[in-house]
């Protein structure tokens, strides 16, 4: 359909390009770091809170890094459903929910002075 399309010039060409590749390189870092503390959540079987590297400021580089892949991937193909992200967003965020409240049941006061400090997906922003 034509009308979700846009004609893409150099900029959002190169735009999409690059969320594409901070979204993926997010993702494989994020999970690099994790190392075997890697699980979906509803396994929780993390060995320990991993608080460094981009851990540090965000606390789900990985959801992250699949939306702004997304984001990308619309935007270089020039659709406007890279709007849509937003149905990425909130289900992304409630599971996040789910998952802040099994790492605090699981790491207790450690993990809620690490929430604290921590953003999570934007690093100072949300």
Known sequence: MRILEFKNNPLSTLLGFLLILIGVALSFISQKKLGDSWTHAASLKAKKLITTGIYKYIRH??????????????????????????????????????????????????????????????????
């Open 61 to 126: 580089p990985i959801y992250f890094g699949f939306i702004l892949s997304f984001l990308g991937s619309e935007i270089l193909a020039g659709s406007l459903l890279w709007v849509s992200f937003l149905f990425l967003f909130i289900p992304a965020y409630y599971q996040v929910k789910k998952e802040d409240k099994l790492l605090k049941d699981k790491f207790g006061n450690k993990f809620m002075q690490y929430k604290k400090n921590t953003k999570m997906f934007v690093p100072f922003i949300l």
